[in-house]
Nanobody, 130 residues
């Protein structure tokens, strides 16, 4: 079955950390650019990060710069989102999405929240609260 599956969400205290995973099954994720998005209740979907298929290029949304980092492990066929210094406003449902860009490519055409992707995950919920 071709799919993306997110995991690693949960409850964290303000200032804490979580590491989200986006694992692919049935296809090689290292041929795909991957974006992380989040959507809080009553708010529009927001782009969090975008990582090239090579893993050499990453961009971040303004609200998470300096706190979140994204990387990929081709051996695990996964992309990760390390979230540090968490704030209550980071509370949201986090999704990853992938679009084909070719193996080891630095193409950074990130479709964005309204863009078309080849795969979407079902999401993992993050709650930041004391």
């Amino acid at each position: 079955q071709l799919q993306l599956v997110e995991s690693g969400g949960g409850l964290a205290q303000p200032g804490g950390s979580l590491r989200l995973s986006c694992a692919a099954s049935g296809f090689n994720l290292d041929h795909y650019l991957v974006q992380w998005f989040r959507q809080a209740p009553g708010k529009e979907r927001e782009g969090v990060s975008c990582i090239s298929s090579s893993g050499e290029r990453v961009i971040y949304g303004d609200s998470v710069k300096g706190r979140f980092t994204s990387d990929r492990d081709n051996g695990e066929n996964a992309v990760y989102l390390q979230m540090n210094s968490l704030k209550p406003e980071d509370t949201a449902l986090y999704h990853c999405a992938a679009i084909y860009r070719g193996w080891n490519n630095n193409d950074m055409r990130c479709p964005g929240p309204g863009g078309e992707f080849d795969y979407w995950g079902q999401g993992t919920r993050v709650t930041v609260s004391s």
